[in-house]
T-cell receptor, first 114, second 114 residues
């Protein structure tokens, strides 16, 4: 069975602080895909990143970076120098295998205070 | 611009009534999905469709029904059998069901039972 655990439920930081959102996954498949989505107050989920299980290279995109470690089954997301516009709910998701559905974690509510 | 349109944005239903939520996409995606979001519960899959004229139950299909008569459309009916229908409903699509394609989401419909 596949599972995504986002142990942090709510995080509050002051603007310009760095913040890391944790994601731990479980799957028996050797081929799988991991995703991060952002849900701002408007409600629509916005795609941030996708990683496949064979690509452990970390990625940086502006203030966002992702650390994928198969050894610990983790796919953590760091926001550097957070801004108020980063306030949202962030979901980690897993798509195990080639023919399967996307499974979401319960989400982390991030509040960035001015 | 291509995307997913969900309507209405807000919907109020009396107990005992069926209501239908609309989801239309112009992305030429084969697969479509319906998720339900409750506070602290993440996203839970209701139904999905890999291709026209085909759909499967997700994790919480009881009290819901769908149809997929056209590639562009995947309406969800919340029936009177759904005991707790008040929630935020998100529709999504992906180019194919298989593989690692990410999902594109609509902006959601908030259903409230009055």
């Amino acid at each position: 069975a596949q599972k995504v655990t986002q142990a942090q439920t709510e995080i509050s930081v002051v603007e310009k602080e760095d913040v890391t959102l944790d994601c731990v996954y479980e799957t028996r498949d050797t081929t799988y895909y991991l995703f991060w989505y952002k849900q701002p107050p408007s409600g629509e989920l916005v795609f941030l990143i996708r990683r496949n299980s064979f690509d452990e290279q970390n990625e940086i995109s502006g203030r966002y970076s992702w650390n994928f470690q198969k050894s610990t089954s983790s796919f953590n997301f760091t926001i550097t120098a957070s801004q108020v516009v980063d306030s949202a709910v962030y979901f980690c998701a897993l798509k195990p295998g080639a023919n399967s559905k996307l499974t979401f974690g319960k989400g982390i509510t991030l509040s960035v205070r001015p | 611009d291509g995307g997913i349109t969900q309507s209405p944005k807000y919907l109020f239903r009396k107990e005992g009534q069926n209501v239908t939520l609309s989801c239309e996409q112009n992305l030429n995606h084969d697969a479509m999905y319906w998720y339900r979001q409750d506070p602290g519960q993440g996203l839970r899959l209701i139904y999905y469709s890999q291709i026209v004229n085909d759909f499967q139950k997700g994790d919480i299909a009881e009290g819901y029904s769908v149809s997929r008569e056209k590639k562009e459309s995947f309406p969800l009916t919340v029936t009177s059998a759904q005991k707790n229908p008040t929630a935020f409903y998100l529709c999504a699509s992906s180019i194919y069901f298989s593989g690692g394609a990410g999902y594109t989401f609509g902006s959601g419909t908030r259903l409230t039972v009055v």
